[in-house]
């Protein structure tokens, strides 16, 4: 017996959907979350599409270079779409609200031509999300972003929630230029997990890891809130002779 899901109430049905929607983190060990139900149900036709894709978007996490890139590349397919008048067309600008990158690494000279990142793409959704979290081996998305044709941080950048992680802090790509400051002074809330770093642990009582000492502090003009993880007890040093 097939359900009668479109003989439900407008707002059981959008309900549904959106539960539906949302990623599933049942494997704790997977790299990002799996959207393969909600990529099936926005397949099923242009009404359930529109009502499923705003949940799709709301977060994205990207765990890989590859993924970035098909996702810059839908952001450039969309944009094609939009001058088209097709309903088919999103407004990621709109729909994305939260962004993560797990890895993703810089084009080099070598590297081969298919290899490219289209950043002004990428900033014109990063600059509008309500939070914004990279590794730091990801950072050149936002500082290339920042730099890119047509980019207006002063202007554009709107998003004041901002996580790091990584194995060490880098901050000289940000404060060596002027955008990278901008962004910076526009920072409410700022996460830090660092995970290892070689002087991170304090040579006083306090857990507070060392290299806070090395955050551009005063570039920070508007931050209100800082989260950043303490430090473990250092690894204990066995006895000579000890098995």
């Given at each position: 017996m097939v359900f009668p899901f479109t003989l439900l109430p407008t707002e059981i049905s959008l309900e549904i959907i959106r539960v539906a929607s949302i990623p599933s983190c049942d494997d704790a060990t997977a790299p990002r979350p799996s959207y393969a139900t909600a990529v099936s149900m926005a397949s099923v036709s242009h009404t359930m599409r529109s009502a499923t894709m705003p949940h799709l978007l709301h977060s994205v996490v990207l765990a890989s270079s590859p993924q970035v890139l098909s996702f810059i590349d839908s952001i450039l397919l969309q944009k094609q779409?939009?001058?088209?008048?097709?309903?088919?067309?999103?407004?990621?600008?709109?729909?994305?609200?939260?962004?993560?990158?797990?890895?993703?690494?810089?084009?080099?000279?070598?590297?081969?031509?298919d290899y490219r990142i289209d950043y002004g793409a990428l900033?014109?959704?990063?600059?509008?999300?309500?939070?914004?979290?990279?590794?730091?081996?990801s950072l050149h998305l936002l500082y290339n972003g920042l730099a890119s044709p047509g980019a207006d941080p002063a202007r554009d950048w709107k998003c004041g929630r901002v996580t790091f992680a990584g194995l060490f802090p880098r901050w000289k790509p940000l404060t060596s230029s002027t955008e990278g400051m901008i962004f910076l002074s526009r920072i409410s809330h700022l996460t830090l997990w660092i995970s290892t770093y070689h002087n991170s642990w304090p040579t006083h009582e306090r857990r507070v890891p060392?290299?806070?000492?090395?955050?551009?502090l005063s570039s920070f003009r508007n931050l209100?809130?800082?989260a950043f993880s303490l430090v473990s007890d250092p690894p204990q040093k066995w006895p000579s002779g000890a098995d």
């Amino acid at each position: 017996m097939v359900f009668p899901f479109t003989l439900l109430p407008t707002e059981i049905s959008l309900e549904i959907i959106r539960v539906a929607s949302i990623p599933s983190c049942d494997d704790a060990t997977a790299p990002r979350p799996s959207y393969a139900t909600a990529v099936s149900m926005a397949s099923v036709s242009h009404t359930m599409r529109s009502a499923t894709m705003p949940h799709l978007l709301h977060s994205v996490v990207l765990a890989s270079s590859p993924q970035v890139l098909s996702f810059i590349d839908s952001i450039l397919l969309q944009k094609q779409l939009a001058t088209s008048a097709t309903p088919l067309a999103l407004d990621y600008t709109k729909l994305v609200r939260r962004f993560w990158s797990t890895e993703c690494w810089e084009p080099l000279m070598e590297d081969s031509p298919d290899y490219r990142i289209d950043y002004g793409a990428l900033y014109d959704i990063i600059c509008r999300v309500e939070s914004l979290g990279l590794n730091f081996r990801s950072l050149h998305l936002l500082y290339n972003g920042l730099a890119s044709p047509g980019a207006d941080p002063a202007r554009d950048w709107k998003c004041g929630r901002v996580t790091f992680a990584g194995l060490f802090p880098r901050w000289k790509p940000l404060t060596s230029s002027t955008e990278g400051m901008i962004f910076l002074s526009r920072i409410s809330h700022l996460t830090l997990w660092i995970s290892t770093y070689h002087n991170s642990w304090p040579t006083h009582e306090r857990r507070v890891p060392n290299w806070i000492g090395e955050m551009p502090l005063s570039s920070f003009r508007n931050l209100t809130h800082l989260a950043f993880s303490l430090v473990s007890d250092p690894p204990q040093k066995w006895p000579s002779g000890a098995d």
